[in-house]
């Protein structure tokens, strides 16, 4: 491709609405362009990346057994209807009318669609296993659509589906799934981890999402310093260090608390630490009355744990003022678990303290030397808080000091065992090897294609720009000639390996454009082509082209007449 005719959009000021590395960098390399909130322009740069990223996809789920075909983005709303998910789906499907009033939708997903396609048409077990994939443009009305193509409204998807006549084919069938992610990922080069999606409350894990580690990932997760345990912080298991619960040494006293409301302030007022203070939430019950949830001070209520708790209506609500009142006594700020006459749920570690301080149900008043089983009842116990930093590796690998860290992810692809969610709902089945009739065991699996260049980005740049990785770089090398319009042997040379290099079967640029070199270069850095060949009249005489890495300093001379060998080589010894 020559620069003179390629649309080179890039920007020298980084966008004001930009507010993570990826963004800026695909505005000013002019990958993308915004046409409204959460919907872009693919430009030719951009296109570039998303094609190399979707042809590792394709490999890889073409090595894996699946094969593609395209569904359609609009769904009517029939196929919706039946799975339920008509009136499930939020404000995120986006439903509109055709002229004949009749009702669709814009797909988000595509389970119904392809449902559809394999009840029709597999009738008997030696159709299976079959995996189905397409790599098509989603549409969700994201509530707040946001960092470019990371989270946008309109973007592509390579979504799979796997159909299996029994569980233990939907496992063999998610395992190759998630060892297709383990490559793909690698492939684009980006440092990922596996987080578990999934409680493990139904036995096993079901679901994993694919996380590239990034400061400003979305989402929190838990993984362990040690062994390969990551899970979302919203489902990591909290261990509790404590095995026992200290000997009681105080006794109960009331003490005057004026106008501390807060554990904070509470613990600075009693000159203790938070985590002596029992902090005590009244949350709906799902008989409709109150339930206590108590915490340790210094740890947060993980509310997706506590709406999973049979007394915990779901989804998690918590009491307004006004009945705090008439349920303890007191506002909210003096709440303790105390003679309070509803049912008490302390987290694992809550229950572990001893001689603690919680409210009094009187305002303005706490509890000093408390101690369960001595000044209240014994508490029913359940894991409900956040995991936090240098909890214990819930997997217990056993190895020495296998405590968690929380780092930020982002979500760029999700595995999931559907089971018969929709095959069941819609009567998808076929018959197994006695003749009899089953319900199809589904898998998803999806991966945001756009969300990955963005990916990638955060984790290859530098202040000038982008540094590809060779896989998924619009260009892998780029011919910079030095006065190309000047010079005859210059313009040769640069023109002789241009065709050599794509002879070669390199995707290859040459700026053309007889621009001031420093000019030259610092758009080729921003936009990030990770080999560059320099080629002026003093490197001509000696027989040599300057070649730099986008990523390194160091500038090395390669001869000119081996010029395709000599690339190479370096590019597989990177
Ligand atoms: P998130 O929690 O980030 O909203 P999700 O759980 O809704 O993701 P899935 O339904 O599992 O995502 O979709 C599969 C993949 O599609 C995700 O792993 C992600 O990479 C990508 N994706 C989802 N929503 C968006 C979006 N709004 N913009 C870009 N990519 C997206
Ligand atoms: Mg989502």
């Known amino acids: 491709m020559r620069a003179s005719r390629l649309l080179l959009a890039t920007l020298k000021e ?20 915004k046409v409204a909130a959460g919907i872009y322009n693919l430009l030719p740069l951009g296109l570039r990346v998303v094609r190399k990223i979707e042809q590792i996809v394709r490999e890889e789920m073409n090595r894996s057994g699946a094969q593609e075909l395209l569904m359609p983005a609009v769904q009517p709303a029939e196929l919706w209807q039946e799975s339920g998910r008509w009136v499930e789906y939020g ?3 986006q439903r509109f009318k055709d002229r004949h009033q009749r009702d669709f939708c814009l797909g988000p997903t595509h389970e119904e669609v392809v449902t559809n396609i394999v009840r029709t048409e597999i009738k008997s077990y030696r159709q299976l296993p079959l995996n189905l ?29 796997s159909f299996d006549v029994d569980l233990d084919g939907l496992q063999a069938s998610y395992e190759k799934m998630y060892q297709a992610y383990g490559r793909i990922f690698s492939r684009c080069g980006l440092e990922f981890r596996a987080v578990s999606a999934d409680s493990g409350a139904i036995g096993g894990s079901t679901s994993h999402e694919f996380h590239v580690l990034a400061e400003s990932g979305e989402d ?40 501390q409301h807060t554990v904070g302030s509470v613990a600075s007022f009693l000159k203790i630490p938070t985590s002596k203070v ?149 009567n998808a089945s076929c018959l197994d090897d006695q003749g009899e009739s089953v319900t199809i065991q589904m898998g998803c699996y999806g991966i945001g294609i756009t969300r990955v260049a963005a990916a990638i980005i955060e984790q290859y740049h530098d202040e000038n720009g982008i540094i ?46 007889n621009e001031r ?4 270069f610092a758009e080729l850095d921003l936009i990030g082509v990770p080999h560059r060949l320099v080629i002026g009249d003093r490197g001509i ?29 370096l590019k597989d010894n990177r």
């Open 541 to 569: 005489k000696n027989g040599v082209i300057e070649y730099k890495h986008r990523g390194s300093s160091e500038v090395q001379e390669l001869p000119v007449d081996d010029i395709v060998e000599t690339l190479k080589t």
């Open 91 to 93: 404000p995120e499907l």
């Open 278 to 426: 029992a902090k005590t939430l009244l949350v709906r019950s799902s008989d409709g009355g109150a339930v206590a949830l108590i915490l340790r001070g210094d740890h947060e209520l993980n509310a997706v744990k506590a709406e999973k708790l049979p007394e915990v209506a779901k989804p998690l609500e918590f009491i307004q003022p006004d009945e705090v009142t008439r349920v303890a006594g007191c506002d909210v700020g003096s709440i303790g678990p105390r003679d309070l006459d509803i049912c008490v749920i302390a987290d694992n570690a809550a229950a572990m303290m001893s001689d603690f301080v919680c409210g009094a149900n009187t305002n303005n008043r706490h509890l000093t030397g408390v101690n369960w089983g001595r000044d209240l009842s014994e508490p029913r116990t359940a894991d409900i808080r956040k995991v936090v930093a240098g909890d214990p590796c819930p997997e217990s690998c056993g190895k020495a000091g296998a405590v968690l860290e929380i780092k930020r992810g982002i979500e760029v692809g999700h595995v999931f065992q559907l089971g018969t969610k929709y095959s069941e709902s819609m």
């Open 468 to 513: 590809w990785p060779d896989g998924v770089a619009p260009f892998e090398v780029v011919i910079a000639p030095i006065g190309m319009k000047k010079s005859e042997s210059v313009n040769d040379v640069s023109e002789r390996v241009y065709t050599k290099l794509q002879d070669a079967g390199f995707d290859v640029l040459i700026d053309d454009r």
């Open 14 to 33: 980084t966008p004001a609405d930009a507010e993570i590395v990826s963004h800026q960098l695909m505005l000013r390399a002019g990958m993308i362009r």
């Open 133 to 161: 994939y397409h790599i098509q443009t989603k549409f969700r009305d994201e509530i707040r659509p946001r960092f470019g193509v990371m989270r946008a409204r309109e973007f592509i998807m390579k979504d799979a589906y």
């Open 517 to 520: 070199p420093g000019v030259m």
């Open 220 to 259: 929190a997760i838990a993984v362990c310093c040690q062994c390969a345990y990551a899970a979302n912080v919203e489902l990591a298991v909290a261990v509790t260090t404590d095995s026992e619960r200290p000997t009681p040494l105080h006794e109960l006293q009331a003490v005057d608390t004026p106008e």
